[in-house]
């Protein structure tokens, strides 16, 4: 697949609403060039190791960087996210230059442009999330680390969406639990669940690449006798009753198969939903509860929400 990577030259301040302007438009890996980070003192605590090329950062400003596949759509998807930054100018936002440029990447050098940002980071209270290509000793002895190379899957561990999952799946999954991750991208929530001591754990994605990328990180992190890997449509076809599924997908996605997840889910289990912004909250909130479901807690982390909702 060829990867098209746009890169916005932007202020600090537009970060945030940028990223999430190309997180909706289906963009992968979003990547913040901050000449600040060359400066920033590290917190050595939990024993990240960070090597940053001075190289890679704009003099002045911040560059955004993103991947979208090359299909069809791109050329409408670029122009969107293009109108959608303009317009933060009427909520008073300085987008600085707004320098767009495009460029087209290959699937190994989208693979590697990750590297170089991608450094171990603790995400909760067990978890601690390593590349592969990073040597790590732990700090802890009970802490447990996910080795993870995303390739091209989306999920390096350390997005907001993600990191909430893993804090949601450290709260309700109990030993013994049967899992079920849709839309398992890089395979992280199900070592995640796997390691917290579930006995099997079903991980499903639409995207071939997402499908290789979890089984080569679930071997990698020899929790395949428990984890397996399956190409799949949401929860279409599948009939199994579980105590936990995890679902980090947007918010528009999760709202087609909320009546499948409560079927899915045992009595008295657990359904875990992320990638859903803020003003989505209420709409997903609803559909869970109709489809029989309590909201037990509602976790929140930059413009994401988290919904643990518990199967009555
Ligand atoms: C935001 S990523 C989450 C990846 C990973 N679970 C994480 O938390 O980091 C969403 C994933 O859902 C997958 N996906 C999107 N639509 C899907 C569908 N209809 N059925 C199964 N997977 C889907 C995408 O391919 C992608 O890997």
């Known amino acids: 697949m060829k990867w098209s990577e746009i890169s916005i030259h932007t202020t600090n301040e537009a970060v945030e609403p940028i990223s999430n302007i190309l997180h909706e438009a289906g963009a992968s890996g979003v990547v913040i060039e901050d000449p600040f980070e060359l400066e920033k003192e590290r917190e050595d605590q939990f024993g990240e190791i960070y090597q940053l090329n001075p190289d890679d950062y704009p003099e002045e400003g911040v560059i955004v960087k993103a991947y979208l596949p090359v299909n069809s759509f791109l050329g409408e998807t670029v122009e969107e996210i293009k109108l959608a930054i303009t317009n933060l100018v009427l909520f008073n936002i300085d987008i600085g ?8 990447v290959n699937e190994e050098e989208w693979a590697t442009a990750w590297k170089k940002y991608y450094n171990p980071v603790k995400i909760s209270e067990k ?10 000793q732990p700090v802890n002895s009970d802490e447990l680390i996910i080795e993870l190379d995303p390739g091209m899957a989306f999920g390096t561990g350390t997005h907001p ?5 893993i804090q949601a799946l450290e709260r309700t999954v109990k030993k013994g639990d049967q899992v079920i991750d849709v839309g398992t991208g890089s395979g992280v929530l199900s070592i995640a669940a796997a390691m917290l001591g579930a006995e099997k754990v079903t991980a499903l994605d639409l995207d071939e690449v997402a499908v290789n990328s979890a089984r080569l990180n679930i071997k990698l992190n020899k929790v395949h006798d428990i984890a397996s890997v399956a190409q799949n449509n949401l929860l279409n076809g599948i009939d199994q009753q579980v105590d936990v599924v995890v679902a980090n997908i947007l918010a528009e996605v999760i709202l087609l198969f909320t009546e ?38 509602t976790m929140l982390m930059e413009d994401w929400v988290a919904i643990i909702a518990k199967k009555k």
């Open 161 to 165: 969406t993600t990191v909430m999952c």
């Open 260 to 297: 499948d997840a409560a079927a899915a889910v045992k009595p008295g289990g657990y359904f875990i939903t992320s990638g859903i912004i803020g003003q989505k909250k209420q709409m997903v909130k609803d559909a869970l509860e109709s489809a029989g479901f309590a909201i037990e807690e």
């Open 97 to 104: 230059l707004n320098h767009v440029t495009i460029s087209e």
């Open 127 to 136: 978890f601690t999330i390593v590349p592969t290509w990073e040597e790590y």
